[in-house]
């Protein structure tokens, strides 16, 4: 598979598109210096595409991937530096002169207009016309013609916003495809795809590398790259680290060059001793259609993972114990305490608090500061009986936690929007501690986020759980759940089918219980 | 302007940090950012209050009687309804919301309010009656809105027609007068009026005094500030319009910070409607048509964002003064209302014009 991928120069080319030959230079950047005020984004980086291959770009969040790309794309103007594409010296004005120069994005969040077909999605604003009105015929023929080139089955009449996730990237790869890109930048694609889907996605790529297309890819999951990517480019703080084939190296190296220093573990040694002490019991947990039955014990000075697939109802049962969605029955015991939870609020004055994975919507609110950000879900500590706020206890309370969670922010009034994706997982992270909560739901709390930012956060629920804090972690990769729970919780379809003792059980016996199957002969079992 | 750059520089990229090591500066080098964050905050202001100081002057070259204190005192209680329901708008449209229907409830608040008094009841009780039913109109919206959840337009829009039509019903379209003058005193009366008796034995006023309506408008303006930028309530209101889901999942009681930004817009509009109707002597139901958007235009004037999460009293008060002092200004000048029109239209989409210029990167 990965002699394949790395076969930079294919033999043939598909007639009538982009004839020149593959390895060719089609895109160079030289000295590219971004600033915004405050920031050094980018300081003297180059970068370089041939055609037809995969070039990755690597860097830990912050590290200027994305003003790089925004830059290539005419979203932003280098301040110095020069942009070389197909031979020519160019600027691009806006995204749309990149865009008609051939050079296409598809961003992470994907720009699709869900109410409109495929075929509409794909050609919106270039329809074809025949006089005054749209030509549907056309349009259908050739939103087809695209689809068909990506060799994927989707129906150019299709709603968009009845695909999945995956098939709404194929249909921005067709748009690319329609506007004849020779460049396809693709931020963090296979984030949100299963790995059938993300096998799909490898196999367009594929074909576009062998059509002759540069491919600059960003993406923090740097294990999948082997299998598409020829070479990779790092970068740090805004300054270009090295230009590396992928073939001669391994994604130890790229990691070590990404953070400046080598990973000898990817995990930090767990120091906190889980104890006997129950501090939540949950039994019997149901809501109708999307889990069932489900009970668990969280104990004092623990991680307990939950595993299983995407939909097997983690997120769902740590909301509804949450209060964030309802509940139908099911029992939810705080030591000796029962305890009724209807909102969030509710849940919140019982020490529980949820860390949802999708930040951007449901963590922060992103017009607000930092400080503001931190003390939003306890104002009861930085105010009086009578609401006012003490704004000297509230920047003092947010500087202490920016301190201790490294929080890299320019100041405490900085707007929670313009930080990394690490920072403002940590921002939340500190609001819930300031909050005194004695039990953290961290769902997927590493996503999107890279390797520097991740090693902090593993080594911080290490040291929540060690100050007798109850952690559950619920995590779709199964490295971090072995590397650092001390108990698993497998769902599968809405019901735990297993807890097992970490250090006795192996990933196969894990997706052995998530996919359903009954009891491996594999030994570690313990029973609910 | 370049030192802050640098200075800032130095704390976010290249050295200082990789990523295990803590932010190596203190709290003072964070002062510093703080006071530039101010210093700009500031600038903003000024641009808008500048804005102010050139139709002022302006105004003072074209029209001799424009600037003395009695003129002021007129646009000060000219502005003083359209800051009234500003300020309601501001804190409503802070949340995401909006609130059309001030200008229908303030005629209705007006007009209860003047058929109390009219029935007998004393002028204090009359009015808080009207306040009140302009805060009950209030309330029926926030519920519409977080109960029905009814988009804000709609609910509103719905209120507007139905207090409108409720007010031109119990008055059967038909203005109530012969209130007496001490229904006069609220909209009429001043503080600090200072009258001499002349020696021809008619009285000299030596100072107009400050209006009761814009002691009100400072008060409830200073009020409103100090709780939307010192106390949770505020803190919540913009969290619920910055992202209403994280506010929920923090613990905010959402709904009811949402009902409280419509219950406040409904009793300032209540309050309008008694202050407007005193200042006539006589309750109108056709009064304050259209109010609803010179609210909504004063606020977006000061900066707030229709999108929700930004926006400030001060701001408002800024943009009531300035589409006040416009009006004074051109009636002086002798502009027709129509033109006015067209001026005011403008001045609006240009200041948001501007207002997107200076927050685009």
Known sequence: MQQASLDTVPERFPPGLNQAPAGIELLRLDNITKRFPGVLALDGVGFDLRRGEVHALCGENGAGKSTLMKIISGQYQPDEGGITYKGEVRRFASSLDAERAGIAIIHQELNLVPHLSVAENIFLAREPKRGWFVDRTALRRQARACLDRLGVDIRPDAPVKSLSVAQCQMVEIAKALSLNAEIVIMDEPTSSLTESETALLFQVIRELKEQGVGIVYISHRLDEMALIVDRVTVLRDGRYVDTRNFADTCVDEIVALMVGRSLDDKFPERTSIPTADVLMDVRGLTRRGVFHDVGFELRRGEILGFAGLMGAGRTEVARAIFGADPLDTGTIRLGEREITVKTPRDAIAHGIAYLSEDRKSHGLAVKMSVTQNLTLANMGAVSNTLGFIDRKAEEQAAWRYIQMLSIRTPSPHQVARLLSGGNQQKIVIAKWLFRQSRILFFDEPTRGIDVGAKFAIYQLLDRLAAEGIGVVLISSELPEILGLTDRVAVFHEGRITAVLNTRETSQEEIMHFASGHGRPAAPGAETT | ?361
């Not at chain 2, 005094?209 to 913009?238: C, D, E, K, Q």
């Not at chain 2, 943009?319 to 000048?333: E, Q, S, T, W, Y």
Request: aromatic share 6%.
């Open chain 2, 1 to 361: 302007m370049s030192n802050p750059t640098t200075k800032a520089i130095d704390a976010t990229s290249p050295t200082a940090a990789s990523p295990r090591q803590p932010t190596s500066d203190g709290p003072q080098a964070m002062n510093g950012r703080m006071m530039n964050d101010r210093r700009k905050d500031l600038i903003q202001k000024f641009a808008a209050l500048a804005g102010l100081l050139v139709l002022v002057t302006v105004f003072s070259m074209t029209s001799d009687a424009f600037f003395s204190v009695g003129n002021g005192m007129t646009i000060a209680l000219q502005v003083t309804s359209i800051a009234y329901l500003g300020i309601a708008a501001t804190c409503v449209i802070i949340t995401g919301g909006i609130d059309l229907s001030v200008g229908s409830v303030l005629a209705l608040a007006g007009v209860v309010a003047a058929l109390a008094v009219k029935a007998g009841a004393p002028v204090p009780l009359g009015m808080g009656l009207g306040i009140l039913v302009g805060a009950f109109c209030g309330l029926l919206n926030g519920l519409c809105v977080t109960r029905l959840k009814l988009p804000p337009f709609i609910a509103t829009l719905g209120m507007m027609m139905v207090a409108r039509g409720v007010a031109l019903q119990i008055t059967g379209a038909r203005a109530v007068s012969g209130l007496g003058e001490s229904f006069g005193e609220l909209g009429n009366g001043a503080m600090f009026r200072i009258v001499r008796i002349g020696e021809d034995g008619f009285p000299d006023v030596v100072f107009p005094g400050i209006p009761y309506p814009v002691v009100l408008m400072v008060v409830i303006a200073i009020a409103v500030a100090i709780m939307l930028s010192r106390t949770t309530l505020g803190r919540h209101i913009y969290a619920v319009g910055s992202n209403a889901e994280a506010a929920r999942l923090s613990g905010v009681n959402v709904a009811g910070v949402t009902l409280f930004t419509y219950v406040l817009s409904g009793t300032l509009a209540g309050l309008t409607g008694c202050v407007l109707m005193s200042r006539l002597v006589t309750a109108q139901p056709n009064e304050g048509v259209m109010y609803e958007l010179d609210a909504i235009a004063s606020a977006v004037i000061g900066g707030t964002s229709l999108i929700g999460g930004v926006g400030t009293i001060s701001g408002t008060a800024i943009g009531a003064f300035v589409i006040g002092i416009l009006r004074n200004g051109l009636n002086m000048n002798g502009v027709s209302a129509f033109t006015q029109q067209i001026i005011i239209g403008l001045v609006i989409l240009l200041t948001v014009w501007i207002d997107q210029i200076r927050n685009r990167r």
